[in-house]
């Protein structure tokens, strides 16, 4: 059984992204990432002080927009519609979620899908659909590369992902798919869970449900990725898998923390500095 260390391969994608946007810097290009906050939910400001951190180590200047709760939808958009039009933004990040008086599809539609770097863009969805370059949403897009620089073979695996949110399952699964994998998507009506995922060579979880998945789900040898994020009673994280119980059946798998989490970051540099090549 190998570990997928995310941290580590986390690491590399920044480090790779450093070097490039120096060169991008020598040729005049500054990418650069508008990240707007409502409100100050102290989650979200983990995650957004986490972003402008990974932001500085890259290279990539990173503007942030602290807005006051009560921000109304249509301040917001007039806030994302100044920034798609400023030449010197080349991505923009709504950090999710908003509070209750702003409608967040609008928002995420009022994003330019050529700075939009969170992939959540219904155009930026729809290019991966029939296989066009766009953004794809950052934490599928990391598990690509966990698996890829893991040495992992996709092509003709058969596939199972749990859970079909707009921002994990589904787009894990187009993404899969274009990797040539037999892909089966399960969800909450998905009748016999086990009996499905048993049939798996990657199995990938993202059910929000902590330590759901046991060892009777795992076909011995497989390939286990964990996308759930949870604390237990005693603060600790977890994922979506019983770890101990699963690990040793599988070939591979990702740990929480230092697995999946670290990647949905650095793919998100990633889109940063695409978003300048494109
Ligand atoms: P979500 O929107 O709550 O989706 C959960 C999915 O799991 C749904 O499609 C749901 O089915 C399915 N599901 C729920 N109970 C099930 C059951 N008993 N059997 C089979 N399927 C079941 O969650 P999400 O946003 O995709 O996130 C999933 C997990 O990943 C969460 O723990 C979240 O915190 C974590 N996450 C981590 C990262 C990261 O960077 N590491 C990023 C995003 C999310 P239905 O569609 O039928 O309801």
Redesign the pocket.
């Known amino acids: 059984m190998q570990i997928i260390d995310g941290k580590k391969i986390s690491q590399e994608i920044k480090d790779e992204l450093k070097e490039k946007v120096e060169r991008l810097k020598q040729q005049g290009k500054e990418p650069s990432l508008a990240v707007i906050q409502v409100g100050s939910d102290p989650a979200s400001s983990v995650y957004v002080g986490n972003k402008k951190k990974a932001c500085a180590y890259c290279g990539i200047r990173s503007l942030a927009y602290e807005l006051p709760e009560e921000t109304t939808e249509q301040e917001l958009v007039a806030l994302i519609e100044t920034l798609n039009t400023d030449d010197t933004v080349n991505g923009i990040l709504v950090q999710l979620p908003l509070p209750k008086q702003i409608n967040e599809d609008k928002i995420i539609r009022a994003i330019s899908p050529q700075k939009d770097v969170d992939g959540f863009h219904p155009e930026n969805v729809g290019k991966l659909v029939i296989g066009e370059k766009g953004f794809v949403s950052?934490?599928p897009a990391?598990i690509i590369q966990l698996l890829k620089r893991s040495g992992v073979d996709i092509a003709g695996k058969r596939c199972v992902v749990?859970?079909?949110?707009?921002?994990?399952?589904k787009p894990m699964a187009i993404l899969m798919l274009r990797e040539n994998a037999t892909v089966t998507v399960?969800?909450?009506?998905?009748q016999d869970?086990k009996a499905v995922c048993k049939e798996a060579d990657i199995l990938i979880v993202?059910?929000?449900?902590?330590k759901?998945i046991t060892a009777d789900y795992i076909k011995e040898g497989a390939v286990v990725i964990d996308?759930?994020?949870?604390r237990n009673e005693n603060k600790k994280l977890c994922?979506?898998i019983d770890y101990e119980d699963v690990a040793k059946h599988t070939s591979f798998i990702t740990p929480?923390p230092g697995?999946?989490?670290p990647?949905?970051?650095a793919m998100l540099m990633n889109n940063c500095v695409e978003a300048v090549e494109m």
């Open positions: 950052c934490t990391g749990i859970g079909r949110s707009n921002i994990v399952g399960a969800h909450s009506r998905t869970l993202a059910i929000g449900k902590p759901f996308v759930g994020i949870h994922g979506d929480v697995g999946v989490g990647m949905t970051i």
